[in-house]
């Protein structure tokens, strides 16, 4: 019955059950009895009793160990058992190492014996370790192995947990989309109410959180918070106030986060939770920097240095160090801004480091660093910078986050700009929004393309700055490196930007060489005046061409922005005022329309064979569709 109500993640009743078969089984002396209800019992785990769980555990081995020459079938099953048991209980106590090395003793073992329970528990405990060391296709292959078996033995709760997981680990990759997929999956076939779903529901409000749809990720974090007050599950409780914390920060509501971190701090100390303290103590300290409190922040490092001791936890070192060197940088002692460098560098090189600390070490690093260029004005300081991106860059690659990716290009192209290399910044830029669209971060590529916009309005300036040699601090101020500098380190959404329609100029179509084969002017003097429309043409032809071996995707011509396409042998240039993102929409819409459209393609097709123009008394449907598409 307990291991029944265990694997259907009903934690409290297997621990009560735990209990009563302990103390029968100690009046009775049947060892391996025993044994077994201490690993019931440490189920207490899983409501983040991490320690506690573990002193069941090496009670439950010691007594083992007694039936060494006991070789029963039954006894290594006990033995596999104990071995996974072991395994998550030193995740839960944060040795991650540790765990990963008796996980796999314990899927191996649960094979040599033939069985597939115990075996499918084993891999969705290793796929669960191995995404959070940031192996996210050795943990998707496993997991996947793990909702096949789960399916195979009709096992409900393991399919639904095998899909939660899975949605994580493609959460990890940044494929929101697949992430979202799987999270919905999961709670379709989790009935009850358990851990799994409370889990599934956290991660749906970071997936929002990561969108930046912080309302949509307010309501699952309350909802996850909500059902793990109710489960008693205290882990989950205390993350979910961290996490909400985390949201109010966002929206600048510093007093709520704050309120929300201390009260996740007070359940993670009175519960021994060093995960969730790490994290709230370590937002504690950032939120009191950034208004000047340095005492505050002092008080709450003295905790995270007191649990560092306590625990020997990873994750409350690392945040140690990470928090330390935030304190350093507000010093105004220059020394103290080495020592916060070097502390920083150190927790770089630590290859236990959790992906997101990774990032946040990397653009805290740059951050000070982007500060003494500022001040200097020494140019050697980007040769410090420039690797660090590139990490970023590589690591975001590898585990398929493609938010920290698109955000890293955000960060490259800047930093191009601030080197007054324009033409690089703008295919940076270029690749930054393809990113953010194609992984469904809307909002981000809206961003980006208004910051695209933004740099070819200031082109002259930047043009001027290069041949004035304009000192760095100005550089920076006009690059406006801070809002990618807080959303990478967690500190603000992105920002919603108002879109307008555009004002439409012209649309052509070209084929291969720049031959023209269909104008549309949406101007009336454009239409009027053939002279201007003929010197406009040529004009353009000579930018066109330019434009092309850039690899870009908008140019600035004239007072107009310029957007092409490219299917085929044809080139879609569309001209127009205001801006970008919604012309490009327009755009790739009706390019598509075009192409799926036979007759509009046969056409075009046709006219280009015969070098002949395209008129729209040849093909009405064509004009048709520009009214639908483009505004009016």
């Given at each position: 019955m307990g291991k029944i109500f265990s694997s259907g993640h009903q934690y409290t009743k297997a621990i009560d059950i735990g209990e009563r078969a302990y103390l029968m089984s100690k009046k009775m002396g049947t060892t391996t009895e025993i044994i077994e209800s201490l690993l019931l019992k440490s189920c207490v785990g899983f409501l983040g009793k991490g320690n506690e769980a573990l002193s069941y555990i090496k009670k439950a081995e010691k007594l083992l160990n007694t039936l060494i020459s006991d070789e029963s079938l039954d006894t290594s099953r006990i033995r596999a058992q104990l071995l996974l048991s072991k395994a998550i209980t030193n995740f839960f106590v944060g040795d991650l190492g540790k765990a990963t090395v008796v996980i796999n003793k314990g899927i191996e073992m649960s094979k040599e014996i033939g069985n597939k329970l115990l075996t499918l528990i084993g891999l969705g405990y290793s796929g669960y370790i191995l995404m959070l060391q940031g192996d996210s296709d050795s943990a998707l292959e496993?997991?996947?192995?793990?909702?096949?078996?789960?399916?195979?033995l009709n096992n409900n709760y393991g399919i639904a947990a095998s899909l939660s997981i899975i949605g994580n680990i493609y959460y990890f990759k940044g494929d929101i989309n697949q992430a979202l997929d799987f999270c919905k999956r999961s709670l379709a076939t989790s009935s009850t109410i358990n851990r799994i779903k409370i889990d599934t529901v956290t991660l749906l409000g970071n997936i929002y959180r990561f969108k930046g749809e912080l309302n949509l990720a307010l309501k699952y974090f309350r909802q996850g918070l909500e059902l793990a007050e109710e489960l008693s599950i205290l882990d989950l409780v205390a993350l979910n106030l961290n996490y909400i914390g985390i949201i109010f920060q966002?929206?600048?509501?510093?007093?709520?986060?704050?309120?929300y971190f201390e009260r996740s701090k007070t359940i993670s100390e009175k519960n021994n939770l060093p995960f969730s303290n790490s994290l709230s103590l370590f937002y504690l300290i950032r939120?009191?920097?950034?208004?000047?409190?340095?005492?505050?922040a002092r008080m709450y490092l003295k905790d995270l240095k007191e649990l560092e001791n306590q625990t020997n936890y990873k994750l409350s070192s690392q945040s140690y160090m990470m928090a330390k060197a935030l304190l350093l940088r507000t010093s105004k002692r220059a020394i103290n801004h080495v020592e916060a460098q070097q502390m920083l560098k150190q927790v770089i090189d630590d290859e236990?480091?959790?992906?997101?600390?990774?990032?946040?070490?990397?653009?805290t690093l740059c951050d000070l660093l982007l500060e003494e260029l500022n001040m200097y004005n020494n140019p050697e300081i980007?040769?410090?910078?420039?690797?660090?991106?590139?990490?970023?860059?590589?690591?975001?690659?590898?585990?398929h986050s493609y938010l920290y990716l698109a955000e890293s290009k955000l960060l490259q192209a800047k930093l191009a700009l601030i080197q007054l290399k324009i033409e690089e910044a703008k295919l940076l830029f270029t690749q930054a929004q393809n990113l953010a669209e194609?992984?469904?971060?809307?909002?981000?590529?809206?961003?980006?393309?208004?910051?695209?916009?933004?740099?070819?309005?200031?082109?002259?300036?930047?043009?001027?700055?290069k041949e004035k040699n304009t000192p760095m601090s100005e550089r920076i101020k006009l690059a406006s490196l801070d809002s990618v500098l807080d959303r990478m380190q967690g500190k603000q959404a992105v920002e919603k930007s108002e879109l307008v329609d555009e004002q439409s100029t012209i649309l052509l179509i070209l084929g291969e060489g720049g031959v023209l084969l269909f104008s549309y002017p949406f101007s009336n003097e454009l239409k009027i005046d053939e002279v201007l429309f003929s010197s406009f043409l040529s004009a353009f032809s000579t930018?066109?061409?330019?434009?092309?071996?850039?690899?870009?995707?908008?140019?600035?011509?004239?007072?107009d922005m310029m957007l092409m396409e490219s299917k085929g042998s044809f080139s879609f240039c569309y001209l127009f005022k205001g801006q970008t993102y919604l012309a490009r929409q327009n755009l790739v819409k009706f390019v598509?329309?075009?192409q799926i459209n036979s007759l509009i393609w046969r056409s075009l097709e046709q006219h280009y064979r015969t070098s002949q123009v395209l008129e729209l008394k040849d093909n009405p449907l064509l004009e048709n569709l520009i009214i639908k598409i483009f505004p009016k």
């Open positions: 496993n997991m996947m192995k793990c909702l096949k078996g789960s399916e195979e966002m929206r600048g509501d510093f007093n709520q986060a704050v309120e939120i009191s920097l950034d208004f000047n409190q340095r005492e505050k236990t480091l959790m992906f997101e600390y990774h990032i946040m070490v990397l653009i980007i040769e410090e910078i420039d690797p660090l991106i590139l990490r970023m860059l590589e690591i975001s690659e590898d585990q194609s992984y469904g971060f809307d909002l981000l590529a809206i961003r980006i393309s208004g910051e695209h916009d933004i740099l070819l309005e200031q082109i002259r300036i930047w043009d001027n700055m930018f066109s061409n330019e434009f092309f071996m850039k690899g870009l995707d908008r140019a600035k011509f004239g007072e598509e329309e075009i």
